[in-house]
């Protein structure tokens, strides 16, 4: 699992799912508020609020980019909540609603879909689950 950590030491962490194995994947970050994983590309994505910017980092932690910052944020406002599904990054701007980014080559905002007081977001869709059998 990947924990965001606030307060005086804000970063990332990684898990086994019972929460032994602890190691931080990512530090040196404002304000981590969201994260997502992008199954696609095998990055994990977060929103960081105080720098009003989306990073991304490969699962090993190695290699760390920012993916949207600032001005290419269509609405320039604080990201709070984030998910990708399909090649699409969606995210909840902090008073200003929910938005659809494409993340393919020709990144561009798809459309304001509204929801001016949203707190967060997250994707269902049967393409992300896994397949098991129910006893």
Request: aromatic share 8%; glycine share 8%; hydrophobic share 30%.
């Amino acid at each position: 699992m990947y924990i965001t950590v606030t307060g005086t030491t804000p970063r990332i962490d990684r898990a086994s799912m019972d929460g032994t194995n602890r190691n931080t994947l990512q530090s040196g970050l404002t304000s981590p508020s969201s994260i997502t994983i992008d199954y696609d590309q095998n990055l994990l994505l977060w929103a960081d609020t105080q720098l009003n910017q989306i990073e991304s980092t490969t699962f090993d932690g190695l290699t760390r980019n920012v993916v949207y910052a600032g001005s290419s944020l269509p609405t320039n406002r604080d990201p709070q909540s984030i998910t990708i599904y399909d090649n699409t990054l969606y995210y909840v701007g902090q008073f200003v609603g929910l938005y659809a980014i494409r993340t393919d080559s020709n990144s561009r905002l798809l459309h304001d879909i509204g929801c001016t007081l949203s707190d967060g977001i997250q994707v269902v869709s049967s393409g992300r689950q896994p397949v098991c059998k129910y006893v």
